[in-house]
């Protein structure tokens, strides 16, 4: 089994920044990717980034160059940096784990361990 424990989530104005860290603990030699999905009220919850354990990276196109993943091995934590932040990035960001070897997953079903979520407001 892996937990998954996410932090760094708040209140910022638009503009501004926020990191986002998740620390694994457990079985993290059975994960081959790990991923940092977002949920809005009354919609799907949706890729943000993933990142393999070799370092491959994957961002959905609504961040690409407003975002970045990144991981510390040594720390078994995977970061997202986000950087001007909107409005429309307000969601409860969830960390998540991916246990299938191949490629990262890109939906929330193909991923096995999820974190318990933490929230990301951005006011306008």
């Known amino acids: 089994q892996v937990q998954l424990g996410e932090s760094g989530g708040g209140l910022v104005q638009a503009g501004g920044s926020l990191r986002l860290s998740c620390a694994a603990s457990g079985r993290t030699d059975s994960l081959y990717a790990m991923g940092w999905f977002r949920q809005a009220p009354g919609k799907q919850r949706d890729l943000v980034a993933s990142?393999?354990?070799?370092?491959?990276?994957n961002y959905a196109d609504s961040v690409k160059g407003q975002f970045t993943i990144f991981r510390d091995n040594a720390k078994n934590t995977v970061y997202l940096q986000m950087n001007s932040l909107k409005p429309e990035d307000t969601a409860v960001y969830y960390c998540?784990?991916?246990?299938?070897?191949?490629?990262?997953?890109?939906?929330?079903?193909?991923?096995?361990?999820w974190g318990q979520g933490t929230q990301v407001t951005v006011s306008s």
């Open positions: 998540a784990g991916d246990k299938r070897a191949g490629v990262a997953g890109t939906t929330f079903y193909q991923y096995a361990y």
């Open positions: 990142i393999t354990r070799s370092g491959s990276t």
